[in-house]
C-alpha cells in the first residue's frame, strides 16, 4: 500500500502517465479554443483548396475534366465555359433521368444515397438543436452551481441533467428513427423507379448479359452444354431453350498472361530510366536477379535486365502460345453460362433458384464479361467455406489487432506532449523545439491515420478475391460491409468506449476491499460510460469538421495534381504510365460508401450526445453534394456498372447506425435519467423505447416485401407468347446471340501487351540492343503502319474465340510459319500522343480505364436484337468481332504509336511471336479475312488472309450468312 500511495503522489512513473493518457486521451486538452481553432483551420484551407479548384479547373481539363474530354457524345456532361463558377450551373441544373444516361445508375444511386444523408441531418438538425439544446442548457444550469465554469460545449451534452428531463431524449429517439425510416422509404421508391426504369432502358434490353444465367458448381454428369441446358429447366421451365456454353480449362494461362504484362511493364520502366538522358547512356547497363523459375537457365547471378526482360517476355508468350493451342473442351470446368431470348425467361430461372438450384448447383443472373472474377467460377464448394472461414477469421483478428494501433495512435500523435509524459527525453527535445514538432504533429498524426486506413481496403479486396467472390461488384459491396464494421468495431466502439471501461475497471480494482460485487455497484458503470461519451464527443465533432476539409482536397484534386508532378518531375514515368496519368480515374464506391456511412453513424450516433454535430454533420455532406456531382460527371468514372446494386446496402447499415444511435439514447437515459432501479416512473422512459427496435425491424421487413426482388429481377415469370404458341422452341435462334462467344474466359483471347518506348529513345534502340543478333539490319525506319498490319498464329476454334491466321503474303493460302530467334518489338510513342484520348479504344487501356467500353463508345455486351441499329453501326470500333473500322479513331490517334521489329528490316507489326488474339479480344484490331473456297472442318474455322478494304463486307457475312455449314460454323456449345 505504501508503494501505490507513493506512487500516486509523486507522478512521475511514465507508466503512471501511459495509464491516465489511455484512460482519458481527452483529459485536459481538448478546450473550447482548440476547437475554435480546428474550425478557423479546417474552414480556411478548405476554402483555399475550393478556391484553387475553381482557378485552375478552366485552364487544365486533364486534371478536372478527364471524363468529358474522352467521353462520347451520348456520355459526355454538358461543355463549361472558362468563367470561374461556371461548374455551379452545370451541377445545379442537370436532371437526375439525364444523369443515369450520362453517368450510369450507380453513380446516380450514390447521388442519391448522399442528399438522402444530407435531408436526414437537415431534419435531425431541428430535433437535436431546438429539443435537446435547451433541455440540456437549462436543466443543467439550474442543477450544477459551477455552471460558468464549464466550457460551452460541454454545456450542450447531457451529463448535467437527470431525472424526467431526459423524457425529451426518448422523444428524439422516435423522432430520429421516425426521420431516418421516412428518407429511406421515400428514396427506396425513388431507386425501385430508376432500377425498373433501368431495366427498360435500349442498353440493358441489348445487353447480354442482361438474359443470361451463370451457373456454378455444376454436378460432373451435367458439365455439359445440354447438362446446363436441362438445369436450367429443370429450376424453371420456359418456352424458349438457352444457348448454353460449359467452361473449359485454361490451365495456367492467367497465371501466364499476367506474368507476361508485368514483365513488359518492368522492361519499359527499366527502358525508360536507362534511356532518360536521349543525349548520353548511363555508362553501366542495368542488372537485375531472375526469377526464381529462371534460375536453372540463368543462375543465381544478376544479369542484364533489359536481356533478360526481353527473352522472358519471347518465352512467356511462346508458353502463351503453346498453352493455347492445347485447350480444348475435353476438359470442362464446374461452371457455365445460359442465355434466353427474353430476359423475363432468365430472371424468372434466376428468382426460382434464388435459395437452391437443382442438383446442388447455384444459378446467378450472369454479371458482364468484364465484371466476372474468372479464376473464382471454377472453385468447389469446399474449398469456397473453407476460404470465406480462414479469411474471415483473419479480417476479425485484423480488426481485434488493429485496436492497439488505433488507441495508440489516438493518445500520442495526436498530441506529442501526451509522449513527452511517458518519454522524457522526447520531451526535453520538445520543449526546445516547439514549432517544429507542432508542424510534425500537425503533418504526421493525419498522414500516419490515412496511410493506415489506405492499405485496409486493398487488404479486403484480396482477402474476398481469395475467399470466393464471382464478380467485381459483389466483392466492392462486400468491402464496404467489412470496413463499415471494421469502423464501427475500431473507431467508435473501442475507441469511444474504452476510456470509459478502463476507468470503471480502475475503480472496481480500487474497491476491491469493499467486495468484488460491492465495488462493481459503487462503481456506476453506465454512468462511467455516459460521462465519457459525452468527453469524447468533442473529439468526433472535430472529426467531423476535418471532414470538410477532406472533401476540398478532393474537389481540388490534391492528391492526383502533387502525385502527378512528382511522378513526372523527379521519377522516369514510361510511356504506358504517363498515358494512364491523364485517363479518367475510376470512382472507388467502396470507399466513398464507407466514408458517408461513417459520417452517418458518428452524426447519430453522438448527434444525440452534442447535438452541434448535426449541423456539422448537414453542412459537410450539403458541400458533397455539389462536389460529388461535378466529381463524378468531369472527373471520375464507374469502371464496372451494376446497375445500382449498392442500394439495399446502404440502407441495411443505415439502419444499423439506427438501432446503435437508440442504444446511446437508452444507454444514457439508464445512467441519468433513471435514477434508481427501483424508480418505477423514471424507469418507464427505458420502458417505452422497447417499441423502437420491433417498429425498426417491422420496416425492414416491409422494404424487402415491396421493393427488393423488384429491385432484382425484371421478372419473375417467365415470358409467354401469347400469340403464337404453336411455335414454341421452333423458332430460329437469334444470330448474334454467342454466349460462347461473349462469355469467354478472356485469358483465351486477351491481346498481350506490347512494351513501349518514348519515340525520343527511338534512336538508342540500335545501342541498346546492338549486341544482340540480327541487330544491324534497317531496323529504325518506322513506316505509319498500324500495329494491325499483321494477323496472328493459326490456333484451334473453340469455345469461345475465333482465332486469324498470319498469312504470308509472299505465299497466298498459306500461314507464315512461327518466328524462331526474332529481335523484340516495341511499340515508339512521340510526345503529342502521350494522352489517353489516343488509346481510349484499345482493350489494354480501356479495360482499366473505361470499364466494358460502354463511355468511349457502344459496349462490348451489346447485341444486336431485332428493332435495334445494326451492330455495325453502333459500336464503337465499327466493326463486330473486330471485323470492323480500324479502332474507330480520329486523325489524331492513327499516329499515336509505331511498332518496329528490331531486326526485321523496318516492317510494322502488331504481335512478337506467341501473341494470340481472336476477333473477339479486341474489337479495335483490323483483321484481313476472306471467305475460304471450300467447306470448313466440323471442329476448326480458318480465315484466311485479304485486302483489309473487304472486311466489312465479311462481316455481314459472318452475321448473314452463319447459318450456312458450309463456310461458318455458328459458335455455340453444343
Known amino acids: 500500500m505504501h508503494v501505490r500511495i507513493r506512487q500516486q503522489s509523486s507522478g512521475s512513473d511514465s507508466a503512471d502517465q501511459f495509464l491516465n493518457l489511455i484512460a482519458d486521451p481527452f483529459q485536459s486538452e481538448i478546450q473550447t479554443n482548440s476547437i475554435y481553432a480546428a474550425i478557423i483551420w479546417s474552414f480556411a484551407v478548405s476554402s483555399g483548396l475550393f478556391l484553387t479548384f475553381c482557378l485552375l479547373r478552366p485552364r487544365n481539363s486533364r486534371v478536372y475534366a478527364p471524363r468529358a474530354k474522352h467521353a462520347d457524345s451520348k456520355h459526355a456532361p454538358p461543355?463549361?465555359?472558362?468563367?470561374?463558377?461556371?461548374?455551379?450551373?452545370?451541377?445545379?441544373?442537370?436532371?437526375?433521368?439525364?444523369?443515369?444516361?450520362?453517368?450510369?445508375?450507380?453513380?446516380?444511386?450514390?447521388?442519391?444515397?448522399?442528399?438522402?444523408?444530407?435531408?436526414?441531418?437537415?431534419?435531425?438538425?431541428?430535433?437535436?438543436?431546438?429539443?435537446?439544446?435547451?433541455?440540456?442548457?437549462?436543466?443543467?444550469?439550474?442543477?450544477?452551481?459551477?455552471?460558468?465554469?464549464?466550457?460551452?460545449l460541454m454545456k450542450f451534452t447531457p451529463q448535467y441533467i437527470f431525472g424526467p428531463k431526459f423524457w425529451a431524449f426518448v422523444i428524439v429517439s422516435y423522432l430520429f428513427q421516425g426521420t431516418v425510416c421516412f428518407f429511406i422509404w421515400w428514396n427506396y421508391r425513388k431507386v425501385y423507379a430508376l432500377r425498373r426504369a433501368y431495366f427498360s432502358s435500349h442498353d440493358y434490353q441489348s445487353s447480354l448479359h442482361s438474359r443470361t444465367l451463370l451457373l456454378t458448381h455444376i454436378p460432373i454428369s451435367s458439365r455439359t452444354d445440354t447438362g446446363i441446358a436441362s438445369l436450367a429447366e429443370e429450376a424453371r421451365k420456359t418456352q424458349d431453350i438457352p444457348r448454353t456454353a460449359i467452361g473449359r480449362n485454361v490451365k495456367e494461362l492467367?497465371?501466364?498472361?499476367?506474368a507476361h504484362d508485368e514483365t513488359v511493364r518492368d522492361l519499359e520502366a527499366t527502358l525508360a530510366k536507362h534511356l532518360y538522358n536521349p543525349e548520353r547512356l548511363p555508362e553501366r547497363r542495368p542488372m537485375i536477379k531472375v526469377a526464381k523459375e529462371d534460375r536453372k537457365h540463368y543462375g543465381k547471378k544478376k544479369v542484364d535486365t533489359i536481356d533478360y526482360l526481353t527473352d522472358r517476355i519471347a518465352r512467356l508468350e511462346s508458353e502463351i502460345r503453346a498453352v493455347r493451342e492445347t485447350i480444348d473442351k475435353r476438359n470442362p470446368e464446374s461452371y457455365g453460362f445460359a442465355s434466353y431470348s427474353h430476359i423475363e425467361d432468365a430472371h424468372s430461372v434466376a428468382y426460382a433458384s434464388r435459395k437452391?438450384?437443382?442438383?446442388?448447383?447455384?444459378?446467378?443472373?450472369?454479371?458482364?464479361?468484364?465484371?466476372?472474377?474468372?479464376?473464382?467460377?471454377?472453385?468447389?464448394?469446399?474449398?469456397?467455406?473453407?476460404?470465406?472461414?480462414?479469411d474471415g477469421l483473419w479480417m476479425v483478428l485484423f480488426t481485434i489487432a488493429f485496436i492497439v494501433p488505433n488507441i495508440l495512435t489516438s493518445v500520442f500523435l495526436s498530441d506529442f506532449s501526451h509522449l513527452g509524459l511517458v518519454w522524457k527525453g522526447f520531451q526535453s527535445n520538445l520543449e526546445r523545439h516547439p514549432t517544429g514538432w507542432g508542424i510534425a504533429q500537425g503533418i504526421l498524426a493525419p498522414l500516419v491515420q490515412t496511410l493506415m486506413y489506405m492499405a485496409i481496403p486493398v487488404l479486403f479486396r484480396r482477402l474476398y478475391t481469395h475467399s470466393g467472390d464471382v464478380s467485381k461488384t459483389s466483392r466492392e459491396r462486400h468491402v464496404t460491409a467489412r470496413l463499415y464494421a471494421f469502423f464501427v468495431f475500431n473507431n467508435l466502439i473501442v475507441f469511444s468506449v474504452f476510456g470509459s471501461a478502463w476507468r470503471f475497471v480502475a475503480s472496481v480494482i480500487a474497491a476491491q476491499d469493499q467486495g468484488v460485487w460491492e465495488a462493481i455497484s459503487s462503481s456506476h458503470l453506465f454512468s462511467k460510460v455516459m460521462t465519457g461519451l459525452c468527453n469524447v464527443s468533442t473529439f468526433w465533432l472535430t472529426w467531423q469538421m476535418q471532414k470538410n476539409l477532406g472533401a476540398a482536397i478532393d474537389i481540388a484534386q490534391a492528391w492526383p495534381l502533387v502525385s502527378s508532378y512528382i511522378q513526372r518531375q523527379f521519377f522516369s514515368p514510361t510511356p504506358r504510365e504517363l498515358i494512364e496519368l491523364s485517363a479518367p480515374q475510376p470512382f472507388m464506391y467502396a470507399d466513398y460508401y464507407n466514408n458517408y456511412l461513417q459520417i452517418a453513424i458518428v452524426g447519430l450516433c453522438f448527434g444525440t450526445l452534442q447535438p452541434i454535430i448535426?449541423?456539422?454533420t448537414a453542412f459537410y455532406l450539403g458541400i458533397e453534394v455539389w462536389f460529388k456531382k461535378y466529381l463524378v460527371q468531369y472527373v471520375f468514372i464507374t469502371k464496372t456498372e451494376s446497375?445500382?446494386?449498392?442500394?439495399?446496402?446502404?440502407?441495411?447499415?443505415?439502419?444499423?447506425?439506427?438501432?446503435?444511435?437508440?442504444?446511446?439514447?437508452?444507454?444514457?437515459?439508464?445512467?441519468?435519467?433513471?435514477?434508481?432501479?427501483?424508480?418505477?416512473?423514471?424507469?418507464?422512459?427505458?420502458?417505452?423505447?422497447?417499441?423502437?427496435?420491433?417498429?425498426?425491424?417491422?420496416?425492414?421487413?416491409?422494404?424487402?416485401?415491396?421493393?427488393?426482388?423488384?429491385?432484382?429481377?425484371?421478372?419473375?415469370?417467365?415470358?409467354?407468347?401469347?400469340?403464337?404458341?404453336?411455335?414454341?422452341?421452333?423458332?430460329?435462334?437469334?444470330?448474334?446471340?454467342?454466349?460462347?462467344?461473349?462469355?469467354?474466359?478472356?485469358?483465351?483471347?486477351?491481346?498481350?501487351?506490347?512494351?513501349?518506348?518514348?519515340?525520343?529513345?527511338?534512336?538508342?534502340?540500335?545501342?541498346?540492343?546492338?549486341?544482340?543478333?540480327?541487330?544491324?539490319?534497317?531496323?529504325?525506319?518506322?513506316?505509319?503502319?498500324?500495329?494491325?498490319?499483321r494477323a496472328t498464329p493459326t490456333t484451334p476454334f473453340g469455345y469461345s474465340d475465333m482465332y486469324m491466321a498470319e498469312m504470308n503474303h509472299d505465299e497466298p493460302g498459306k500461314a507464315i510459319p512461327p518466328h524462331g530467334t526474332e529481335m523484340p518489338t516495341v511499340e515508339v510513342v512521340a510526345e503529342e500522343d502521350l494522352d489517353f484520348e489516343n488509346f481510349k479504344k484499345r482493350a489494354d487501356f480501356r479495360e482499366q480505364f473505361g470499364g466494358e467500353g460502354g463511355l468511349y463508345g457502344r459496349p462490348e455486351d451489346m447485341i444486336s436484337r431485332s428493332g435495334t441499329p445494326s451492330t455495325f453501326t453502333t459500336m464503337s470500333d465499327g466493326g463486330f468481332?473486330?471485323?470492323?473500322?480500324?479502332?474507330?479513331?480520329?486523325?489524331?490517334?492513327?499516329?499515336?504509336?509505331?511498332?518496329?521489329?528490331?531486326?526485321?528490316?523496318?516492317?510494322?507489326?502488331?504481335?512478337?511471336?506467341?501473341?494470340?488474339?481472336?476477333?473477339?479480344?479486341?474489337?479495335s484490331e483490323e483483321v484481313d479475312v476472306s471467305i475460304p473456297n471450300t467447306p470448313l472442318d466440323a471442329n476448326d474455322i480458318l480465315v484466311a488472309g485479304r485486302s483489309a478494304g473487304e472486311r466489312d463486307d465479311l462481316g455481314q457475312q459472318l452475321l448473314e450468312k452463319d447459318e450456312d455449314k458450309g463456310y461458318f460454323r455458328r459458335i455455340m456449345g453444343r
Not at 448522399?114 to 431541428?126: A, D, E, S
Not at 492467367?254 to 499476367?258: D, N, R
Not at 518506348?757 to 498500324?786: C, M, T, W
Open 79 to 152: 461543355s463549361l465555359d472558362r468563367k470561374l463558377w461556371s461548374w455551379i450551373h452545370a451541377v445545379r441544373d442537370v436532371e437526375e433521368q439525364e444523369l443515369v444516361e450520362k453517368i450510369g445508375l450507380d453513380a446516380v444511386v450514390f447521388l442519391r444515397f448522399l442528399k438522402m444523408l444530407r435531408n436526414i441531418f437537415g431534419v435531425l438538425t431541428v430535433w437535436g438543436c431546438g429539443i435537446l439544446i435547451p433541455i440540456n442548457v437549462i436543466g443543467g444550469s439550474k442543477f450544477y452551481e459551477q455552471w460558468s465554469n464549464i466550457a460551452t
Open 254 to 258: 492467367p497465371k501466364l498472361i499476367k
Open 356 to 390: 437452391k438450384g437443382p442438383d446442388g448447383c447455384n444459378i446467378y443472373l450472369a454479371p458482364k464479361p468484364h465484371d466476372l472474377l474468372w479464376q473464382n467460377l471454377p472453385m468447389s464448394r469446399a474449398t469456397r467455406r473453407a476460404r470465406k472461414f480462414w
Open 614 to 616: 448535426l449541423p456539422i
Open 643 to 789: 446497375g445500382g446494386r449498392f442500394w439495399r446496402l446502404l440502407v441495411n447499415r443505415l439502419l444499423v447506425a439506427v438501432v446503435l444511435t437508440n442504444a446511446v439514447i437508452a444507454l444514457v437515459v439508464g445512467a441519468q435519467g433513471v435514477g434508481s432501479i427501483n424508480s418505477v416512473r423514471n424507469g418507464n422512459m427505458l420502458f417505452a423505447m422497447v417499441p423502437l427496435p420491433f417498429l425498426l425491424a417491422s420496416f425492414k421487413w416491409y422494404c424487402k416485401r415491396a421493393f427488393d426482388d423488384k429491385l432484382l429481377y425484371y421478372s419473375t415469370e417467365p415470358f409467354h407468347d401469347t400469340e403464337d404458341t404453336a411455335n414454341i422452341n421452333t423458332s430460329k435462334p437469334k444470330r448474334n446471340d454467342r454466349v460462347a462467344v461473349r462469355f469467354g474466359h478472356p485469358a483465351l483471347y486477351k491481346k498481350l501487351i506490347t512494351p513501349m518506348v518514348h519515340a525520343k529513345s527511338q534512336h538508342l534502340l540500335k545501342e541498346v540492343y546492338g549486341h544482340r543478333s540480327n541487330a544491324d539490319h534497317n531496323i529504325f525506319e518506322a513506316p505509319h503502319r498500324r500495329s494491325t498490319d
Open 881 to 923: 468481332y473486330g471485323l470492323g473500322k480500324q479502332r474507330g479513331e480520329s486523325n489524331a490517334s492513327t499516329r499515336n504509336s509505331s511498332l518496329i521489329r528490331l531486326g526485321d528490316g523496318g516492317g510494322g507489326t502488331a504481335y512478337e511471336t506467341g501473341y494470340q488474339r481472336t476477333a473477339l479480344g479486341d474489337h
